[in-house]
């Protein structure tokens, strides 16, 4: 019903920059929160940041502390796509990220969740090297 494609992992020096994007096709609604989460190798799967909205002029960003001021999360909504633009990347940072669809706009704490999303792209591998 939805296909989430990302895209733009790459090998980047500390300290550099990359913009992921999730290209979203199939049915989808005005009403939607986008994720993005991340999995470094033997770990589990880590909230990113997450943006919702209800409207083409009004929407909300949340982020990890481990990424805030230096991730931004973004969206085109003519093109159906969401972005994560990531600066002062660290080698920490280096893991397979994935967006993620939620149909349900409204949530307390439970948007930290894997679980709570509807859709999931492949990802893609971001490396930064030290």
């Given at each position: 019903?939805?296909?989430?494609?990302e895209?733009?992992?790459?090998?980047?020096?500390?300290?550099?920059?990359?913009?992921?994007s999730?290209?979203?096709?199939?049915?989808?609604?005005?009403?939607?929160?986008?994720g993005?989460?991340?999995?470094a190798?033997?770990?589990?799967?880590?909230?990113?940041g997450?943006?919702?909205?209800?409207?083409s002029?009004t929407?909300?960003?949340?982020y990890?502390d481990?990424?805030?001021?230096r991730?931004?999360?973004?969206?085109?909504?003519?093109k159906?796509?969401?972005?994560?633009?990531?600066?002062?990347?660290?080698p920490?940072?280096?893991?397979?990220?994935?967006?993620?669809l939620?149909n349900?706009?409204?949530r307390?704490?439970?948007?930290?969740?894997?679980?709570v999303?509807?859709?999931?792209g492949?990802?893609?591998?971001?490396?930064?090297?030290s």
């Open positions: 019903q939805v296909q989430l494609a895209s733009g992992g790459g090998l980047v020096q500390t300290g550099g920059s990359l913009r992921l999730c290209a979203a096709s199939g049915r989808t609604f005005s009403r939607i929160a986008m993005w989460f991340r999995q190798p033997g770990e589990e799967r880590e909230f990113v997450r943006i919702s909205w209800s409207s002029t929407s909300y960003a949340y990890a481990s990424v805030k001021g991730f931004t999360i973004s969206r085109d909504n003519a159906n796509t969401v972005y994560l633009q990531m600066n002062s990347l660290k920490e940072d280096t893991a397979v990220y994935y967006c993620a939620d349900q706009v409204f307390n704490s439970d948007y930290k969740l894997p679980r999303y509807d859709y999931w492949q990802g893609t591998q971001v490396t930064v090297a």
